[in-house]
């Protein structure tokens, strides 16, 4: 049977002449100087600063350098106030955010670090301020909006145009959820 072989590379913080390769004899465990170090270390150590440099970049990756530790965007780089639009059952609607958490929910949505993809919030009548919701004339209030991934059915109009349809009897319910939400658009609010 053959010995198979392979290369481990081993390199310092120090300079090129620190880059070794050995070959690793898989059956013995044994260690020994491949015979084409030389030739191997001209080439390597050519390569070896930017080997480091990517190995250090997806280490600190790894363990989660400038980001949260919920994986989460960075609250104090989010937008205070958002637009958010979501798709329910081929039909849109747009949803003020000015609540901090929200915000967070929904960047943490939008980078599939969330399962939390349902707006859920207070129902109130008009399209909302700088009629950011028309062609609907409801809104879902700005300050109390929330995101989370279940609901009961007593807030789950399914399409936007069943609120629209309704609009006395919902403003009644006074909540709107729809589970089949998709998240289609995200931006910072205006002002």
Known sequence: MATRRRIVIIWGLGSFEEVRLYALTEESGVRFPNPKTEHARKEWAFLAPSA??????????????????????????????????????????????????????????QSGASNKSIP?????AGPGPEDYNLPWSWHLDPKLTSMTNIVDGSCDAGRPASIEEDLAAWLAVGRYCPSDANLVALIAAPG
């Open 52 to 109: 480091l440099l990517l190995g250090t970049v997806l280490t600190l990756a790894g363990c989660g350098f400038g980001s949260t530790p919920s994986g989460q965007e960075d609250p104090e780089e989010l937008p205070a106030a958002a637009l958010a639009t979501f798709e329910v059952l081929g039909e849109t609607f747009t949803v003020l955010v000015e609540n901090g958490q929200t915000v967070t929910d929904l960047y943490a949505l």
């Open 120 to 124: 859920s919030g207070p129902l109130l």
